[in-house]
């Protein structure tokens, strides 16, 4: 009696057959692989029988079960993988990013920049624009009338210098004003950055105040006659100031 032994790659395991190959239809060949996968087969898998020359070949009817059963093998090895998916080539196309030309497969095109597209290994602009996604060459010709009519619109909308988040907010802003939350939040902001600028504002004085008086020591002279030069020469540090009043005297 000859027994049938199913390989599942993507579970990395190799199911028995506990029943008669001999008996076996090619739905019941089905239900079994979906029993051991656990969900129903998808239409992209297909069964495979590998020959001790390490040939494989597709099963895929009872016709093609009746030969496997009629070989003189005590075992049938049955394989259930996926199938090998045919390339796409993007004609004339590079990618911005790796330079691989032409783009394979999937091709992302950026709504927002103009000629910038990319492979589908090189996805980081899509944090920062919407991609178009382009599966085939000939999908392309449907998509030049959106770019042709509609690429000032959506740069306008979603405007190279911004990420998407704060075109959206932007946008979000222009149509329907903003809320009470966002009112309070924009309010608590403005407070911080008034804040700061009170915070730097004292901080140069103190070092204005600090520099004069420290001048006024080494020179013995009133603080009121440094006053002016340490103001106008703020960037300049306290050596920096003596040195330059020293050649000032002299």
Do not use: W
């Amino acid at each position: 009696m000859q027994h049938l032994k199913l390989s599942i790659p993507s579970l990395n395991q190799s199911f028995l057959y506990s029943g008669n190959f001999n008996e076996m239809s090619y739905q019941q060949l089905i239900a079994y692989a979906e029993s051991r996968l656990g969900r129903v087969l998808p239409p992209d898998f297909e069964f495979f029988y590998a020959n001790s020359e390490g040939n494989q070949f597709v099963v895929d009817s009872d016709e093609q079960l009746r030969n496997l059963k009629g070989l003189n093998q005590q075992l049938i090895k049955i394989i259930l993988k996926e199938k090998d998916k045919e390339k796409i080539f993007h004609p004339n196309t590079i990618c911005n990013l790796c330079h691989s030309s032409p783009i394979m497969n999937a091709r992302y095109k950026c709504i927002v920049c103009e000629n910038l597209e990319f492979c589908e290994n090189c996805l980081d602009h899509g944090q920062v624009h919407p991609l178009l996604i382009i599966y085939k060459p000939e999908q392309e010709q449907f998509f030049d009338g959106f770019f042709k009519t509609s690429m000032n619109k959506v740069k306008n909308l979603f405007n190279c210098q911004y990420n998407l988040k704060e075109a959206l907010l932007k946008k979000k802003t222009e149509l329907f004003g903003t809320n009470k939350k966002d009112h309070q939040l924009q309010s608590i902001q403005q407070e911080n950055i008034q804040l700061q600028k009170e915070q730097d504002d004292q901080k140069q004085s103190e070092d204005v105040l600090n520099k004069t008086l420290r001048l006024s020591e080494v020179f013995e002279d009133s603080p009121e006659n440094f006053e002016n030069i340490v103001k106008q020469n703020q960037h300049l540090s306290f050596e920096e100031l003596v040195e330059l009043i020293s050649d000032q005297i002299q």
